[in-house]
């Protein structure tokens, strides 16, 4: 547990009631489908399972969280369009249940729900099994309000390779940097997190602007596929991009994961690269098991007291909790 001095305390919550804190990443949304209903876990109660709820949002200041909507269960997914529309449904039945939370789709937004004290939340679509191979389906959800999207989750898709699908070595098939494309002419933002390498090495060389790795950490301390060699974390930055940390224990630390050792990765990455390029991306409630500190969305201001503690100025706090991904929201989304 992170120990403060009294005025390190002062300092670290002051902080983080005035920064604007983005999450690139969680799975609550699955949590709300249909057939789960009868779990009784809903967007506006406070829950003892799982990691987030609004209740626990507000406790833990987080001011967007984004909520992805992940499909890719196996190679081929018949049912994934219904199912992503089932959690774009959820989202906003939750979302209009609650006065204390917005939905967003641009940076504005976020900033004007922020001065008027609310959370917002931000559609992402993680694999793109729902687009069935379909641009115009990317234009439909892009409709819808989803304004972040990956291409795979550890499948392949038609629209790129995931961590499973790596054997080929491959690049991008047409049909994604015909998507890249188009995400560029709409202003959606593009996110590597399960990527196969060889695909992240494509994108680096197709897309020109920032993109981001949602919910990935460095693998030079966590030795996993799913984190970031030091040489795409490079090549993110050189795009302008961020990569959002992710809390799964394993891709944090082998044996000992806590908000100290995630801060681990803060420091590599400040290091290498400079820390306008790192960020949040939970993966709350798309993971069994969190780093010790941080066991629910209201335990993040742990991670405020631990740039704290280790000396971060102000700015690179503020740019850390979110700023650094809302200067790639700005660049990007229309």
């Known amino acids: 547990m992170v120990n403060l001095t009294k005025s390190q305390e002062e300092r670290a919550m002051r902080l983080h009631r ?7 990443h969680c799975d609550t949304l699955m949590q709300f489908l249909p057939q789960r209903r009868s779990q009784v876990r809903k967007l506006g109660e ?14 833990g200041g987080v001011t967007c969280q984004t909520f992805a909507m992940y499909t890719g269960t196996r190679p081929l997914v018949p049912e994934a369009t219904l199912r992503a529309l089932q959690m774009v449904d959820a989202f906003h039945e939750g979302i209009e249940a609650n006065e204390e939370i917005v939905s967003v789709t641009s940076p504005g937004e976020i900033v004007d729900a922020k001065k008027a004290g609310k959370v917002t939340g931000l559609l992402a679509m993680e694999g793109a099994e729902p687009l069935m191979g379909d ?9 819808l309000g989803v304004r972040l999207l990956s291409f795979a989750w550890n499948f392949r898709t038609p629209f790129a390779d995931g961590l499973n699908a790596k054997r080929s070595e491959s690049k991008l098939p047409e049909l994604g ?3 890249l494309e188009e995400m560029d002419r709409l202003g959606m ?19 020109k602007g ?9 693998r030079k301390l966590a030795d996993v596929s799913r984190n970031l060699t030091d040489d795409m974390i490079r090549a993110l930055a050189d795009h302008g991009g961020v990569m959002g940390l992710n809390f799964e224990p394993s891709f944090v630390h082998k044996d000992n994961a806590t908000v100290e050792t995630l801060a681990d990765h803060v420091d590599h990455v400040a290091e290498l690269v400079g820390p306008e390029h790192v960020g949040l991306g939970s993966d709350f409630d798309g993971i069994d098991a969190t780093p010790k500190g941080l066991e629910d969305v209201s335990r993040m201001p742990n991670v405020t007291r631990e740039l704290v503690r280790r000396d971060y100025s102000d700015e690179d706090v503020f740019n850390i909790l979110g700023g650094n991904h809302m200067r790639v929201f700005e660049e990007v989304l229309k």
């Open 135 to 143: 641009i115009g389906l990317l234009r439909v959800f892009h409709r």
């Open 18 to 24: 005035e920064a604007i804190v983005v999450d690139t």
């Open 46 to 59: 406070r829950s003892e399972s799982g990691h987030i709820d609004l209740p626990r949002m507000i406790d």
């Open 177 to 179: 940097v015909m998507a």
């Open 210 to 218: 920032p993109f981001i790795a949602s919910h990935s950490n460095c």
């Open 189 to 207: 933002v593009f996110d590597v997190s399960h990527l196969c390498d060889s695909n992240f090495w494509d994108v680096c060389g197709v897309v």
